[in-house]
């Protein structure tokens, strides 16, 4: 009979500093079994264009077109980590 084995593990994006003005880091923080690790994506954002509960950039007609093309740049980045976290998941949820 198989054993059931259940894997507590997520991924979350957060920003390196949440109260400047200018672009900050974000890091990808990785939670498995308990164990955190941060790394960062190689992306920046102004902390004012960051929306915490989505954890993505926001767009928006009051920004600059350079800041919106910036965060769309940044929010591609974070949909491709989290489809290869998820493909990573699927495939050791199925193995």
């Known amino acids: 009979m198989s054993e059931q084995v259940f894997l507590d593990f997520s991924l979350n994006f ?43 950039a926001t767009i928006s007609n009051g920004q600059t077109r350079l800041d919106n093309r910036n965060n769309e740049i940044v929010n591609k980045k974070i949909r491709s980590l989290l489809a290869i976290f998820e493909e990573k998941k699927n495939y050791l949820c199925e193995n």
Do not use: C, D, S
């Open 14 to 56: 957060n920003l390196r500093q949440t109260k400047k003005n200018m672009p900050t880091i974000i890091y990808a923080l990785f939670t498995f079994r308990g164990r955190q690790y941060k790394v960062n994506i190689g992306a920046k954002v102004y902390p004012t264009q960051w929306n915490k509960r989505k954890q993505i």
